[in-house]
């Protein structure tokens, strides 16, 4: 199990290695190099020499490279020049982490506690008119861009109904208490409830649209799955033992059509925080996504970098937890 | 070498559609054998018949494949007549004169104008039929580089194998833990003037590692294989052997994946343009651009963006539905 982990650490090290590489010449090719990438077109010819000197860019390349990895391996990215100007690039990102964390958790939750359930009813009524209705929805949903299904939430729940928030995570004026930066549980920890509610009521319609997609996919992979089960011979040895059905359904079938639905999740991520830059900006919901978003919109390189990198990392880390949790439940997994 | 529980399945799904057709004259006489086991009324037909042959005596009675093909067949027949069908000049402003900036930015519907007119006083009607071409040269474009790319890199990859199987394959890796549409965006970041071909080129290079793992996938299943064996016992020249033997082979998943990746690429088209690394000529109409571009106005007038909203969703349900079927079709594993 050890030597598992060890052996998938050192392969995401390496994948970390030549991210940074990709990203190292992202930045280079980048429209005017990466000195007009950090302090914008219009920046004096003195402080383009100054920071062409402090970049080492009259080195050559590796020892660039070096430079750069080293810089960031402090956290140094430079500051943001458009988002926030001034502010140091990675601290607005630790700043801003949590409210997409707490986006993508609600999501998931969201995804997981309805297409578990729903994938497993569909594959149990195959071919009925709820499985190829569900099948056909689930396309549906995926047709959908995004950023238009959250537009939509949003105009009818908040615009025209007045039952949501339009945007943000919190109502101003609520004086609310924030330690951790998890507004929901920063409420719940201060005992400030309505804060709390408040927050919830916020992430409503983000997190409806964020998972619509995971949703879709979870649900597909579990009918899927649960399908491919059913038709195993344990199952059939099973009913033919004579085991209550309550039994089967949760010891032999959902047991192990679980297992891939399982990995599905963890590469849901990567998902989420793409549609976080879409959701999070029609919502102006000032997570990571909406972060990104504005880096993209005005260019502000030295913001972008440091979310490329950590959106990546976070995709890999996710991964690999899923991958051990998986070698938990599965030791077949191990011995590869 | 690949464990069938292997935890990574995101590579993993790309290896297994590889790998149905990846044993080359294999899955093909797999196909048969099952149908010839089926109905054996029909032996005659379906022995020395193709997996394509035998697929396509299954499509024509699906009624999915069906429904998607009918509305992939459209919308090509439409984006090949559109100047012929629009009522008007897609780019003429002709409701200009009603256009009020401070008041009412958008004419609303009228005679002969069903869906008004834009902010320009350009017909919509007209340029959502005539959109249908760009949309689709966007989504096969993109397709196609993306195809290009990948054939390149997995060919290498596969046929060549060794040091260069390992480099290639870890760029690979990498490319594909950046979450997609945040390296379609990196990459139309790169690009100084934003136009129709940087859209293309940033959707494409996120389908690049996919088609690669896909086709290295099948051409490694294959070059232990009887037919390559055969051919190479033959004195086939090795060129020939990947080209004519191992390629062909490999056909079926990436027919399958190109398919989804039109719908996906339209949907990315779409969310390019809403975060502004979009085409921002838009003398040619096109329907990601046009949701894009409603944003603008898109609490006054959500018609703006419903329509091409509309038509971006049924298109990109149809490739979906086409290429889920195909998938199925194609899968002699899914055979139920």
Redesign the interface.
Known sequence: MLRFIIRRMIQMVGVVVVLSLLVFLWLRSLPGGTVSAILGEKATPERRAALEKALGLDQPIYVQYWQFAKRALHGDFGASTKVLPGTDAFDLFMQRFPATIELSIVAIILAVGLGIPLGYMAARRHNSLFDNGSIVASLVGVAVPVFFLAFLLKYYFAIKLHWLPVSGRQSAGLGATHTTGFFVLDGLLTREYDAAWDAIKHLILPSLALATIPFAVIFRITRASVLEVLDEDYVRTAESKGLTSRVIRGRHVLHNALLPVVTTIGLQTGGLLVGAILTERVFNFGGIGDTVAQAFEQRDYGVLQVCILMAAITFVVVNLLVDIAYAVIDPRVRTR | MD?P??????K?RIDDLAATAGTGGGAGSVAVADLTVGDAGHIAESTGVSLIASAWSRLRRDPVFLLGAFITLAFVLLAIFSPLIAPHDPTAGLLLKEVRPQTNPIPGARPGYPFGADSSGRDIFSRLIVGSRQTLIVGVMATLFGFIGGLTLGTLAGAIGGWVDSVVM??V???L??????LA??VA????RPSQWTVIVAIATVQVPIFARLLRGSMLAQRGSDHVLAARALGVKPSAIVFRHMLPNSLSPVIVQATLVV?SAI?DA??LS????GNPDDRQPEWGQM?GKA?QY??DH?AL?IWP?LC???V??GF??MG?SLREALDPKSR?
Do not use: W
């Open positions: 464990n529980l292997n935890p990574n399945r995101k993993q870890r760029v890796d990498v490319m833990s950046i979450p997609s549409l945040l965006f990196s970041a790169i690009a100084a719908a949907i779409a969310a809403f975060l502004g690394l949701l944003q898109i609490y959500p963006a909203a971006i969703i049924v990109a349900l979906t539905l889920e139920r």
